[in-house]
T-cell receptor, first 114, second 111 residues
Framework: DSGVTQTPKHLITATGQRVTLRCSPR?????VYWYQQSLDQGLQFLIQ???????AKGNILERFSAQQFPDLHSELNLSSLELGDSALYFC?????????????FGPGTRLTVL | GESVGLHLPTLSVQEGDNSIINCAYS??????FIWYKQESGKGPQFIID?????DKRQGQRVTVLLNKTVKHLSLQIAATQPGDSAVYFC??????????FGQGTRLTINP
């Protein structure tokens, strides 16, 4: 157990809908990272927040957005969902802003868009 | 470019043998590399990391080798055990801001 929690574990929805994925980092970790893992793209970095502020952005679509709250939990919002958005979404956390250290991954949320 | 690739998508080894998983990276400016292990149904788990000012780093039963000349990274697992069965990802940092992951190698252990 990494100490990172993600909810829900599974999510099934329809095209065009909007969903919110939630992540609670390890106690004391200030950075939260979001990743998308699909069969054809592997693990893709989406976005990083550090202490409430956006720090780095990866291949995140404009339909996706995230935020980190004062209690350091984070939410990833996915809107206007398409079939291709079906994937595993992982959250990871670490104590620091820079990526020169281990990230602790949660168990993931499996999103299925029908 | 931002590609991190793997030479072999699958690797099958005998229990007790050593495993070597290879990874090629394309960004010569990358200065930090990391290996993760992902078991079925779980999130990636850290194995070992290495900075670009090092050629080799050892952990418990694992060794990472970095060859910057040919932009190649490898993970060696000694005395492979059934619990080592997983997908292994290499990743590199670019500007200390994000990790770029390779596609992964699936390691299977034959009894």
């Amino acid at each position: 157990d990494s100490g990172v929690t993600q909810t829900p574990k599974h999510l099934i929805t329809a095209t065009g809908q909007r969903v919110t994925l939630r992540c609670s980092p390890r106690s004391g970790d200030l950075s939260v990272y979001w990743y998308q893992q699909s069969l054809d793209q592997g693990l893709q970095f989406l976005i990083q927040y550090y202490n409430g502020e956006e720090r780095a952005k990866g291949n995140i679509l404009e339909r996706f957005s995230a935020q980190q709250f004062p209690d350091l939990h984070s939410e990833l919002n996915l809107s206007s969902l398409e079939l291709g958005d079906s994937a595993l979404y992982f959250c990871a956390s670490s104590p620091f802003a820079a990526t020169y250290n281990e990230q602790f991954f949660g168990p993931g949320t499996r999103l299925t868009v029908l | 470019g931002e590609s991190v690739g793997l030479h072999l998508p699958t690797l099958s080894v005998q229990e007790g043998d050593n495993s070597i998983i290879n990874c090629a990276y394309s960004n010569s400016a990358s200065d930090y590399f990391i290996w993760y292990k992902q078991e079925s149904g779980k999130g990636p788990q850290f194995i070992i990391d290495i900075r670009s000012n090092m050629d080799k780093r050892q952990g418990q039963r694992v060794t990472v080798l970095l060859n910057k000349t040919v932009k190649h990274l490898s993970l060696q697992i000694a005395a492979t055990q059934p619990g080592d069965s997983a997908v292994y990802f290499c990743a590199e940092t670019q500007g200390a801001q994000k990790l770029v992951f390779g596609q992964g190698t699936r390691l299977t252990i034959n009894p």
